[in-house]
């Protein structure tokens, strides 16, 4: 059984010490280190090049403050590595800003651990971690995000994609696989995955998920808390 390798930046004590408490009972997970602030986070994300970092949202958010997305510069550093913010629970749009942002979902410090475990399975797994409470407000920002697509026209994509990408963005809004892509357009999975790479690269988004609000579809491959789709 692979070892999901665990990374987590998080100020609370409590937090860290129940999560090291029941990464050890599993069998298909470890965590590699915890750091208590962002100084080194991002070394030691480049030297570790974890599955999964596990990432206050406070912690994020100074960060921001003063620069782009920590979670670009974690994704750059380590591609390999998605990212799944660990809030408080005071900030109702924490899901759908962390998806913005390029991380794979937002989970409560306080929730319970079958839970937790369920969230980090479910990122290394490349999906997306979308808790039934915090739903709404993601689809709340789909909306937003739709309504500003629509004002700005088709040109947008247009001026920065090929015909070629379009139509991989397009497949993507759709909820294909790379497979099903590969099939429909006539070229290899691999070829999709470059064509993909390239598309995020322009538009500046490190997964699926932000693509597909970008072209106007609700993110794909979502996670929830009572269960899990591929």
Known sequence: MQ????????ADERFLRDLGSEVLRQDDMRLLAELRDTPRMLRTIENLRPDVLL?????ADAIDGRRNSVIGDVHRASPVTRTLLVTDGRDEGCVARALQRGARGCVNSNAPAAELLRAIRAVSRGEVW?????MASVLDVLLTRLERRANEGP????QLLSERELQIADAVR??????EIGRKLRISPTTVKTHLENIFHKLNVTHR???AILAGSPPIR?????RSRA
């Not at 979308?130 to 915090?134: A, I, L, T």
């Not at 040109?155 to 247009?158: Q, T």
């Not at 759709?174 to 497979?179: D, E, I, M, R």
């Not at 979502?222 to 009572?226: L, Q």
Request: proline share 0%.
């Open 174 to 179: 759709l909820g294909l696989t790379n497979k």
């Open 155 to 158: 040109g947008k994509f247009a």
């Open 3 to 10: 070892n999901i390798l665990l990374v987590a930046v998080v």
């Open 55 to 59: 990432l206050e949202d406070a912690l």
């Open 222 to 226: 979502i996670a929830n808390d009572r």
């Open 209 to 211: 998920v932000q693509l």
């Open 130 to 134: 979308v808790g039934r409470k915090e």
